[in-house]
DNA sequence: GCAATGATTTACT
DNA sequence: GTAAATCATTGCC
């Protein structure tokens, strides 16, 4: 059942993100379906120095963000990763939440194509970049309605707030006090959540 | 441990 | 207008 945008353009980005987690995310690239739980999730506001918005400043990038909730926000970072985002709250307020780690449900033969054959099933999708290239996602997307032939998201397995584990999020140490922000979301136990990007 | 790699942004002339 | 710095990461050394 696909999630309604009603769901995306409530005014807490961070209930959102909480929310995200045991949602299914779905991709359909060139005719081959795959898709995978969310189980890693972070929220961004314009109201503070993690996001490309903040202070609400709108760019020709940013300006994605400044849409109305349900529409994808997919930049590249470190010249080669792409980064998938859901753009949450009404229009004109940039808020969104960063889908970093997913557990594959289906296509894995067709993510496990994408990513190279040496690849281990858990490091599919276990981590923001990663699981873009398994699903086949890159930002010829961008600005794209979650409610289409290409990707969308659907109501998945309800996840208990017990089962939520709340943390900082992750790279973003110039954003100085805002860094600290406890806007990471993550399913416990879950073996798909990265673990790797939370040295440092 | 650290290089790769390019869109984006900012800081200039 | 152009140039240089920045980066929400990954994977190979």
């Not at 409530?10 to 690239?29: H, P």
């Not at 709250?89 to 194509?113: S, T």
Request: overall charge positive; proline content about 2%.
């Amino acid at each position: 059942m696909l999630l309604e945008s009603k769901f995306y353009q409530r005014n807490d980005v961070v209930k959102i993100a909480q929310e995200l987690l045991g949602k299914c995310l779905y991709s359909r690239i060139n005719g081959v379906i795959t898709s995978g739980m969310i189980v890693e999730t972070e929220a961004y506001s314009w109201r503070e120095r993690g996001c490309h918005a903040y202070a609400s400043k709108r760019t020709a990038r940013t300006e994605i963000m400044f849409k109305a909730g349900g529409h994808a926000y997919i930049y590249l970072c470190y010249g080669m990763h792409h980064l998938f985002n859901i753009v949450t709250n009404v229009e004109n307020v940039a808020e969104a939440v960063l889908i970093r780690a997913l557990e594959p449900l289906e296509g894995l033969d067709h993510m496990q194509e994408r990513r190279g054959k040496r690849v281990s099933q858990k490091d599919l999708t276990s981590g923001p970049g990663k699981l873009t290239k398994a699903m086949g996602i890159d930002r010829t997307l961008n600005g794209i309605f979650l409610q289409n032939d290409k990707i969308w998201v659907e109501k998945g397995e309800r996840i208990s707030a017990g089962s939520i584990e709340v943390s900082a999020r992750i790279g973003i140490d110039y954003a100085g006090e805002d860094a600290r922000l406890p806007w990471r979301f993550t399913i416990k136990h879950n073996p798909w959540v990265s673990k790797l990007s939370t040295k440092k």
